[in-house]
């Protein structure tokens, strides 16, 4: 769906600065800056069209993209890798899912603080990108059975090379949708706002009483939090602790 949004606003956006560029003449807007008045436009029709903040930034710089890379003739193989690359690292995000998101340092240690707290036996972390939260977690608590999902091929790669001398955690290539979160005592996710609704509906269905779900950076809407705890780290991250 957002790959033919994507689609339909940059169609429009080009027909929309063409329109601009003939009514308004050479006298007023040099051509040259065509790809500048077609970004711009194809970022606030991104907008008006509800996507991702993300998709933004891509309509943004698209088109420039092209236009640089036909002035210096960069290589098309070039264009492809790195095609290639960011749709292997950002697999589920064409289809609505939340972006590549690193978690701190700062976060792990407030985690680890927490599972000791819990006691808890079982842990999982859905959206684990490449392991950030999952392996330290892992070596810290032996004893701790930990499930990661995880369905972007690269950062999936990245998670199972750095979790694979790690015998109690499982890195699974698969969306966190077809998880059964009654699993787990608690369960972890740096997603997207974009998800949250849905997230919610899954977590409040599936996860048994008494068990905590964390979300970091994002509240679930309507959800009151148990508590709010405030990250030390560059980002100021929030966790909202809600408990089932």
């Known amino acids: 769906m957002q790959l033919l949004k994507a689609l339909i606003v940059q169609i429009l956006s080009s027909l929309l600065t063409w329109v601009l560029y003939i009514t308004l003449s050479e006298k007023y807007i040099d051509f040259r800056f065509f790809p500048v008045f077609q970004s711009i436009i194809a970022m606030l029709l991104s907008k008006a069209f509800h996507q991702p903040v993300w998709w933004r930034l891509i309509h943004l710089l698209f088109m420039p993209t092209v236009v640089g890379m036909m002035v210096f003739q960069i290589s098309p193989w ?52 490449i392991g950030t939260i999952v392996a330290p977690l892992a070596g810290q608590f032996p004893n701790l059975v930990i499930s990661a999902w995880e369905r972007a091929p690269l950062p999936w790669l990245l998670a199972c090379m750095r979790c694979r001398n790690l015998s109690n955690v499982e890195v699974k290539f698969a969306s966190f949708w077809q998880a059964n979160l009654a699993d787990y005592a608690v369960v972890f996710a740096f997603l997207s706002p974009v998800v949250m609704v849905s997230v919610g509906k899954k977590v409040k269905l599936e996860m048994r009483s008494g068990s ?10 309507d959800w009151q939090p148990e508590k709010v705890l405030t990250i030390a780290d560059s980002r100021k991250t929030l966790l909202f602790c809600y408990r089932l």
Do not use: H
Not at 212 to 220: G, K, N, R, Y
């Open 212 to 221: 905590l779900f964390i979300s970091s950076c994002f509240p679930v809407p």
């Open 78 to 129: 070039l264009y492809f890798s790195a095609l290639l690359c960011s749709v292997l690292i950002f697999w589920g995000t064409v289809k609505g899912d939340a972006p590549l998101f690193l978690s701190s340092p700062a976060v792990v240690n407030v985690l680890q603080e927490i599972i000791k707290t819990e006691r808890a036996a079982e842990f999982a972390d859905i959206g684990a990108g």
